[in-house]
C-alpha cells in the first residue's frame, strides 16, 4: 500500500491549505482514510478520516478543517481553514489494512 500526500507548505495565522492523499496501488474510495498530524515533542493525533460520506473530526479541527473525497482522481482532501500556529505538524494520510499504512508525511506551518 502507498499513500503520497502533497499540498503542504508554511502559511500565515488565518491563512487556508488544501492536503490531499492519493495512491496508486489502492482504491481509497474502499476504505476509512485518515489525517492525522505530529508536532514537535508531541504525539500523532487524528484530526479527520472518512468513509464514503461520513466523516468525523477532531475537535481542534471542527468548523475549520473539511475533509472530502474525489474518486475518480482517488484523492482525498483536507480542507483547513483558519489556520493557527498550534496547527503547525507534520500531517500525514493513513489508511488501516491489518495493520496501519501511512504516506510520507509532509510539513505544515503556521507561522507569520
Known amino acids: 500500500v502507498q499513500l503520497a500526500e502533497s499540498g503542504g507548505g508554511l502559511v500565515q495565522p488565518g491563512g487556508s491549505l488544501r492536503l490531499s492523499c492519493t495512491s496508486s496501488t489502492l482504491t481509497l474510495d474502499y476504505y476509512v482514510i485518515g489525517w492525522f498530524r505530529q508536532a514537535p515533542g508531541k504525539e500523532r493525533e487524528g484530526v479527520s478520516c472518512?468513509?464514503?460520506?461520513?466523516?468525523t473530526y477532531a475537535d481542534s479541527a471542527k468548523g475549520r478543517f473539511t475533509i472530502s473525497r474525489d474518486n475518480a482522481k482517488n484523492t482525498v482532501y483536507l480542507q483547513m481553514n483558519n489556520l493557527k500556529p498550534e496547527d503547525t505538524a507534520v500531517y500525514y494520510c493513513?489508511?488501516?489494512?491489518?495493520?496501519?499504512?501511512w504516506g510520507q508525511g509532509m510539513q505544515v506551518t503556521v507561522s507569520s
Open positions: 493513513n489508511v488501516y489494512i491489518t495493520r496501519n499504512y
Open positions: 472518512i468513509l464514503g460520506s461520513d466523516s
